[in-house]
């Protein structure tokens, strides 16, 4: 299995040198990593199904049984996700003492902050990138989150 502390450096060096996509393979494992654009959808790179029952983790989301009702997505309801564009800790506020950044009902602009994901004792911020009204806050304080998942949901105004 990957360690995380590869995994974000990873991610760091990708950030660092302006890399869209890295594909490092070897005989035992294989790890495609690639970046959000500005104006392109996030990408989910999965292992093929033979290497999945080889011990490969599930992606998030896979748990769920076939007959499980299907919530509608977030666009089909006329909502913007803001995914996050790095492995790490997602914190809703600059520090422990602090209000959130933003909460359920918030209005955003482009460039309001709306959290704070930890990668390698690096705090970046993360910009709304839309304007709207948060309708949903996906995650909680502290959790660990993957590149791409999504953290907020926005009404668009």
């Given at each position: 299995?990957?360690?995380?502390?590869?995994?974000?450096?990873?991610?760091?060096?990708m950030?660092?040198?302006d890399l869209t996509e890295l594909d490092l393979r070897d005989s035992?494992?294989?790890?495609?990593l690639r970046r959000r654009g500005p104006d392109q959808a996030p990408q989910v790179v999965t292992?093929?199904?033979h290497?999945?029952?080889?011990?490969?983790?599930?992606p998030s989301g896979a748990t769920a049984t076939a007959t499980a009702p299907a919530e509608p997505e977030p666009a089909e309801l006329g909502l913007i996700t803001i995914e996050t564009p790095m492995v790490g800790t997602f914190y809703s506020a600059p520090n422990p003492d602090a209000p959130p950044f933003v909460t359920v009902g918030a209005t955003v602009e482009p460039e309001t902050v709306v959290c704070l994901i930890e990668a390698m004792k690096i705090f970046n911020e993360i910009k709304a990138g839309c304007a709207g009204t948060i309708e949903k806050v996906q995650v909680t304080n502290s959790e660990a989150v993957e590149f791409g998942q999504t953290l907020f949901l926005v009404r668009p105004s």
């Open positions: 299995m990957l360690d995380i502390r590869k995994l974000k450096e990873l991610v760091r060096l950030v660092a040198n035992e494992q294989q790890v495609t292992a093929p199904a290497l999945m029952a080889a011990g490969f983790p599930a």
